[in-house]
């Protein structure tokens, strides 16, 4: 069915000291389910970063094309790769972080 096909990709991407706390597919169905303890965003904190970075790296050559130096230091923030070249060209035209505000 479709919520065991969403529970099986969720128990996939659960971080490593979640899963290691649970014994088994099972046990993982039970506690996302109403008798245990539901849903925790934490949960996949690791996943949501990794998401987050390789997000980033793409938005950030962007960025700084556009020179939209604002969102380059929301991806450096995100964790994208190229962050020192993309602050060395940021520092080079006169635009440090701090004047980003």
Known sequence: SDLD??????????DASVRSALSSFESFE??????GFGP??????SFDSNIGRLLAQPLLAMATSAEDWGLAVRCIGMGAAG???ALREMTARGMGVAKQR
């Open 83 to 85: 962050a020192a070249e």
């Open 5 to 14: 096909d969403r529970l099986k990709i969720l128990f996939r991407i659960l």
């Open 30 to 35: 039970f506690h996302m389910s109403e008798e």
């Open 40 to 45: 925790n965003p934490n949960m996949f904190q």
